[in-house]
């Protein structure tokens, strides 16, 4: 039994008796289903108080509802919305209307869906037992710093310093909700109309979104397989910003290595340029030690100025916790805030001072270690099921790191409709031409595999599943 609440029920003011406007407005709620079948009217006395009508008023209105079969009048409980409405509203009924998006929530988190952690392997009940820790503190209640938790700023300079050598300061970081707000507010807070912002291409598309939305200019910064970009694209471009993946460069797959990084980072010092560096996916690289990031380079350096760390606990936790951070320079800390402030306000409370505890405590530590072990192995099977059912059909072009495999192929199945059959099978996966800006002019064809979310003993039967989806009559070259 679902109690209704009066909300903006409102009489027409009309001619009509007050009775009858009282009836007509509760009736609209009802034939609209903006009041649940079964669900409790208020009472007559509270009714009344509400609408500042006599009680009589509301009697006579209920009677009648119920009466017509709207309503319901069960014995010393109350009145009720009718489980059935009366006959002549059943051809009428407003139709509900139905997610229009052909992607649904479970969709999005399915088998190969690219960019979800393994879900099951978080430790819940640790996790329980710290928001719990926090959801009786009263002063977490009211309004918070923009900038985000203290303890958890403290936290993330510590973790941050000996995982990544980010040099950083509390003072320095800005929760965020996700990466995906930390790049608005960094493109907000640093660009202005009429600038220009590198960007990998293909590259990630949440990015181009925020490029898009903001009505900055993109130039290209083309990638190619296993070789990453030309520095000298770089150099020659007059774009105010650059934006990389330079753990494991999305979604092609590439990284890096510190001469690259150097380069980058005294071109930004020297030419006062921005860079925009996601770090996603530093924390699971399977073939060798993480380079030190771009930003901790560049403090060793001796300046960072020109460089905006950003990371998110999305794949090391979980996506739904919609916690990210960047690290910013003193001089654009304000204007970050600024962005922010306009944008979302503060950052919900609990989340933060629990993850705090659960960096502090080690928690993250360990959970990334174990996971880093399970996802390695992940790849692993994948890569080998791969070889298993495509032989050299396709080809793996991606490093081996992160939750992904990026898969390339010449001839044969288009993309897309590769990823229909595989849609239509329930294996979710993502073609190329979706991280890029401009429709492509390639000649090889290519899918991405998310496989975070996948069990091990998924990965064989589905892997062969889309070599059958693939089609083996076609002649492919690799
Ligand atoms: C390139 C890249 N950056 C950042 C993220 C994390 O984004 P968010 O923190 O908004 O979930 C992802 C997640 O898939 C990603 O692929």
């Not at 051809?91 to 190969?112: E, G, H, M």
């Not at 925009?276 to 001796?302: C, K, N, V, W």
């Not at 998110?312 to 916790?321: D, E, Q, Y």
Request: charged share 20%.
């Amino acid at each position: 039994m679902t109690p209704i609440e009066i909300g903006d029920l409102a009489l027409s003011q009309g001619k009509a008796t007050l009775q009858e406007q009282l009836f007509h407005a509760i009736r609209g709620k009802i034939v609209a289903h903006l009041w649940p079948l079964g669900g409790k009217l208020p009472s007559t006395r509270k009714m009344a108080g509400e609408l500042a009508l006599s009680r009589n008023t509301v009697i006579a209105a209920y009677e009648q509802l119920a009466a017509e079969g709207y309503i319901e009048s069960r014995r010393s409980s109350g009145f009720y919305v009718a489980v059935e409405l009366p006959d002549h509203y059943l051809s009428s009924q407003i139709p509900v209307t139905k997610p229009t998006s052909s992607v649904s929530a479970t969709d999005i988190n399915k088998l190969f869906a690219p960019g979800v952690p393994d879900l099951k392997q978080f430790p819940l009940s640790k996790w329980q037992r710290m928001l719990q820790r926090h959801a009786t503190r009263v002063s977490l209640l009211g309004n918070q710093e923009i900038q985000g938790s203290l303890a958890l700023r403290q936290a993330l300079t510590n973790y941050l310093a000996s995982s990544r050598s980010v040099s950083c300061h509390p003072k320095r970081i800005i929760i965020t909700s996700g990466a995906q707000q930390a790049l608005y507010i960094a493109l907000n807070a640093v660009l202005e109309q009429g600038d220009n912002v590198l960007m990998e291409q293909p590259g990630y598309a949440q990015m181009s979104k925020v490029v898009a939305l903001n009505g900055f200019g993109f130039q290209d910064l083309r990638v190619v397989e296993r070789e990453g970009f030309e520095l000298n694209d770089v150099f020659c471009s007059n774009a105010k910003a650059l934006y990389v993946t330079p753990s494991n460069q999305y979604p092609m797959g590439t990284t890096l290595n510190t001469e690259q990084r150097l380069q980058l980072v005294e071109w930004a010092a020297q030419e006062k340029r921005w860079i925009i560096e996601d770090d996603y996916d530093s924390e699971f690289q399977f073939a060798h030690r993480p380079y030190t990031s771009l930003q901790g380079l560049a403090s060793e350096m001796g300046g960072d100025e020109q460089v905006i760390y950003i990371g998110s606990f999305s794949k090391v936790m979980f996506n739904g916790l919609r916690l990210g951070y960047m690290v910013v320079p003193e001089s654009i800390v304000e204007a970050c805030l600024a962005v922010k402030d306009a944008t979302s306000g503060d950052t919900p409370t609990h989340t933060q001072e629990a993850l705090a505890d659960f960096i502090n405590e080690g928690d993250l530590l360990r959970h990334i270690r174990k996971m880093r072990r399970l996802y390695k192995l992940k790849h692993q099977t994948m890569s080998e099921a791969i070889q298993r059912h495509f032989a050299n059909r396709v080809e793996i072009i991606s490093q081996a790191a992160g939750l992904h495999i990026t898969l390339k192929w010449t001839g044969g199945i288009e993309e897309d409709t590769w990823v229909e059959r595989a849609k239509a099978a329930d294996i979710i996966m993502r073609p190329m031409n979706y991280y890029e800006q401009k429709p492509h002019e390639r000649t090889w064809r290519s899918v991405i595999l998310g496989f975070g979310n996948v069990s091990l003993e998924e990965i064989e039967p589905n892997i062969q599943r889309l070599a059958e989806l693939f089609g083996s009559k076609e002649v492919i070259q690799v």
